[in-house]
């Protein structure tokens, strides 16, 4: 079944080019049924690519998805036109009184300052406080990770030595785990940041579990054990070149980077870099629409509760 997105949207032509099915606003008024309804707060500067990046995802599942994307009037974006953010975005106050199957929290590239720095940061809070009572499941991803884990439970991210970046293996530590269904005793996924929390510190809350885990990378994916807040630390939604951009750009302006990890072949910058997280980046976003929100949200968004 298709994602239902607006029908002028960017990401459109990308995915139906990729025999992704998407639905047009049009198309999708005769549709009977009720569709999972997903709202993406897209914290990212370079929100077209993000968007396609995470619709792409969002497609591979046989669901009906309505998708609502939201941006903060706390902060102004550069990187996109104020267009695109007036035909495609919403405003918390333009959602607030609306219930969600799911919420998707995006990264966002302040992670070198303290949360309550962030220029929307109380923002931001109000958002993670209403979708506990509005939104069944959440998934945070990377900074989103971070600042979901500061504000739910005090988790504080640590500055590393340098910037993990690069394809890092990881392992299930809960095989069982609805999220992690099907997934590979050893997968990989793409990260991409400055800081990172500890597993120590996870550790000591009661309400989390920690499911997936990195040698090198470190806590992957925890998540509350009512399964209605997901944290990845990682970048699963990323494309083949995406890690490549990022270091051409920090090579372009100066910036001290290594090589991306376990990227290019034979560590060439020149070469097309492998591909190798694809599959369980299609496995979580499905497991999580799939067994976590689909089979739990009631019908009637109504009754949602803390």
Not at 124 to 141: G, P
Not at 242 to 249: F, P, S
Not at 282 to 290: D, R, T
Request: aromatic share 12%; hydrophobic share 35%; charged share 25%.
């Amino acid at each position: 079944m298709p994602i239902k997105i607006p029908n002028a949207l960017p990401a459109a032509k990308i995915l139906e080019k990729e025999n992704i099915f998407v639905m047009t606003e049009t198309r999708a008024l005769s549709q009977d049924i009720r569709p999972l309804q997903i709202l993406i707060l897209n914290l990212m500067p370079t929100k077209i690519e993000t968007e396609t990046q995470l619709l792409r995802l969002l497609g591979n599942t046989p669901l009906q998805i309505e998708i609502d994307l939201l941006q903060t009037v706390s902060h102004k974006s550069k990187n996109v036109s104020k267009e695109h953010l007036l035909a495609f975005y919403k405003t918390f106050d333009e959602v607030k009184d609306h219930r969600y199957d799911g919420l998707i929290v995006t990264g966002a590239p302040v992670e070198m300052m303290d949360f309550e720095q962030t220029d929307y940061w109380d923002e931001l809070c109000s958002i993670f406080k209403w979708a506990d009572s509005h939104v069944y499941s959440t998934l945070y991803i990377c900074w989103g990770a971070q600042a979901g884990l500061y504000y739910h439970y005090g988790i504080q991210k640590h500055l590393l030595d340098k910037k993990l970046f690069g394809i890092f293996k990881h392992k299930p530590l809960i095989p069982n785990h609805p999220l992690l269904r099907g997934f590979d005793d050893v997968f990989y996924a793409p990260h991409s940041r400055h800081t990172t929390v500890w597993r120590e510190e996870i550790e000591k809350i009661p309400e989390l579990d920690i499911l997936t885990y990195s040698e090198e990378a470190g806590v992957h994916i925890c998540a509350d054990r009512q399964c209605r807040k997901f944290f990845v630390s990682g970048h699963s939604e990323y494309d083949r070149c995406t890690l490549q951009k990022e270091y051409q750009r920090d090579v372009e302006k100066g910036l001290p980077i290594d090589v991306p990890k376990n990227y290019f072949p034979h560590d060439d910058p020149n070469l097309l870099p492998y591909m190798n997280w694809r599959s369980h980046a299609s496995l979580l976003f499905s497991n999580w629409l799939n067994y976590i929100v689909y089979q739990h949200t009631p019908y009637d968004l109504s009754q949602l509760h803390e």
